[in-house]
């Protein structure tokens, strides 16, 4: 009687590259250091008020307009 088996005769991945090449050394040879992040209610830069307050008022007529969707949809 025949065995069929489920996995291949050759193994995948045998000659598989090396990862580590993929990726930068850890010992990188940059001189600049990065910043640390700020703090939590820390900020640095400008902020601009203008366009929170658009997304805010987008965010309104968003939902108005839904608003009228579910209630039409409910007069059907």
């Known amino acids: 009687e025949p065995v069929i088996s489920a996995s291949p005769a ?3 991945y045998v000659n598989a590259p ?3 090449s993929f990726f930068p050394s850890p ?5 600049e250091a990065f910043a640390p992040a700020p ?3 820390e900020f640095i ?3 601009s ?5 658009s997304d805010g008022g987008l965010a309104i007529i ?3 307009i839904c608003t009228v969707f579910v209630m039409i949809l409910a007069l059907c």
């Open 10 to 12: 050759i193994l995948p």
């Open 18 to 20: 090396d990862m580590s």
């Open 27 to 31: 010992t990188s040879q940059n001189s």
């Open 39 to 41: 703090s939590s209610g």
């Open 45 to 47: 830069g400008k902020s």
């Open 49 to 53: 008020s203008c366009a929170a307050k």
């Open 62 to 64: 968003a939902v108005r």
